[in-house]
C-alpha cells in the first residue's frame, strides 16, 4: 500500500523567511504532483514533476523530486502572506490513468 | 489546462434523501475519473475510481450501495450518495487525467451537508 507523508503538518511562518516541505513515499513512482487549497475550495495545481531529479519554479515556490529518495520537497523562498494555504503532494500509482494518493497535506501560515 | 467541472457546488439534504453530484470533463474526454471525500482539515482520500461503460472500482471500506457511480459518457461521472445521513456531510471532489495521462484534473468540489 503506498503511503504518502509530509511534514510538518503545520507550519507558521513570519513573512519573507525561507521554509521547505518534504513529501516523502513508501514505493516507486516516478510522478509526483503539487498542490494548493484554499479554505472551503477545490485543489489547484501547482507543480507536475514526471522523472527523477526534476525541478520546477514558480515565483517563490520551487519544487523538486529524487525519485531514488522517493522524496520530493517544495521550497518557499521569501514567503508573502498569500501563500498562506493548505499544501498537498500526490503520487501517482503507476503510469496512466492511474488513482493518486495523497499526502497528509501542510497547513501554511505566513505571519506578517 | 483541461477544465472539470462538478456540480452542484453546495447542496443541503434531510437525513434518508439521495443527492446525485455531476463531474464532466468539458474540453477532454476522460475514460477515468476519480471520486475524492475530503473531511475538515484532513487530507483528501479516494472514495472510487470511475470507468466509462464499466463498474466503479471502490477503495477497501467505502460502501457501494451507498454511493453509486455512473460513468455513462466520455464526459461525465455521477456520484449519488444514498439515504444520506450526517455522517456523510463532508467536501466530494472529482478529478479525471487528460488524454496524455499526465496531469490530474479537479473538480471544484461540492460541499455536502446533511441535516
Known amino acids: 500500500e503506498l503511503k504518502v507523508e509530509q511534514n510538518p503538518l503545520f507550519l507558521s511562518m513570519q513573512e519573507g523567511k525561507n521554509y521547505t516541505i518534504y513529501c516523502n513515499y513508501s514505493?516507486?513512482?516516478?510522478?509526483l504532483y503539487w498542490y494548493r487549497q484554499d479554505p472551503g475550495k477545490s485543489l489547484e495545481s501547482l507543480f507536475v514533476?514526471?522523472?527523477?531529479?526534476a525541478v520546477k519554479q514558480e515565483g517563490r515556490l520551487m519544487a523538486s523530486l529524487d525519485t531514488k529518495a522517493r522524496l520530493s520537497t517544495l521550497h518557499i523562498t521569501a514567503a508573502v502572506h498569500d501563500l498562506s494555504a493548505t499544501y498537498f503532494c500526490?503520487?501517482?500509482?503507476?503510469?496512466?490513468?492511474?488513482?493518486?494518493?495523497f499526502g497528509t497535506g501542510t497547513r501554511l501560515t505566513i505571519i506578517p | 489546462g483541461a477544465v472539470v467541472s462538478q456540480h452542484p457546488s453546495r447542496v443541503i439534504c434531510k437525513s434518508g434523501t439521495s443527492v446525485k453530484i455531476e463531474c464532466r470533463s468539458l474540453?477532454?474526454?476522460?475514460?477515468?475519473m476519480f471520486w475524492y471525500r475530503q473531511f475538515p482539515k484532513q487530507s483528501l482520500m479516494l472514495m472510487a475510481t470511475?470507468?466509462?461503460?464499466?463498474?466503479?472500482?471502490?477503495e477497501q471500506g467505502v460502501e457501494k450501495d451507498k454511493f453509486l457511480i455512473n460513468h455513462a459518457s466520455l464526459t461525465l461521472s455521477t456520484l449519488t450518495v444514498t439515504s444520506a445521513h450526517p455522517e456523510d456531510s463532508s467536501f466530494y471532489i472529482c478529478?479525471?487525467?487528460?488524454?496524455?495521462?499526465?496531469?490530474?484534473?479537479f473538480g471544484q468540489g461540492t460541499r455536502l451537508t446533511v441535516v
Open positions: 514505493t516507486t513512482s516516478d510522478r
Open positions: 474540453d477532454f474526454q476522460a475514460t477515468t
Open positions: 470511475s470507468n466509462e461503460g464499466s463498474k466503479a472500482t471502490y
Open positions: 514533476l514526471l522523472s527523477n531529479g
Open positions: 500526490a503520487v501517482d500509482h503507476n503510469f496512466g490513468n492511474e488513482k493518486l494518493t
Open positions: 478529478s479525471a487525467r487528460d488524454g496524455a495521462g499526465t496531469e490530474a484534473f
